[in-house]
């Protein structure tokens, strides 16, 4: 799935524009990247936990020459999945997840 058929599925499911639901979409992607530059930490229930880690500096090796080269340290991505993830059985093909609206008007 890419972000286009996230974009078709909600309009579908919600009966909202496209143009307005890609606005949001936008925006929410905008402010997820802008609060990872600025080295936050954010989370999503149901979904997870971004996180930037500083990777200390190391010695690499060019794999060709086996020269011992210096990696500089950098800052990394982490994201940590909920544990529903975890509870998800893909190979059953549920079809209602959890958070779903329609399984939630259910209960």
Known sequence: MI???IIEE????????????????EKFISE?????????????????VFKVKKVKAKKGRNLKTGEE???PE??????????????????????SLPFDSESSQEK
Do not use: H, Y
Request: no cysteine; aromatic share 6%; proline share 5%.
């Open 74 to 95: 950098r800052w990394k991505v982490t994201f940590k999945p909920s544990r529903f993830f975890s509870q998800l059985n893909v190979e059953k093909n549920q079809q």
């Open 32 to 48: 997820i990247r802008q609060a990872l530059l600025n080295k936050e930490r954010i989370e999503i229930r149901n979904l997870g």
């Open 10 to 25: 909600i309009a579908k499911q919600t009966g909202l524009k496209k143009p307005m639901v890609r606005m949001v979409v």
């Open 3 to 5: 972000k286009r058929d």
């Open 69 to 71: 080269i210096p990696v």
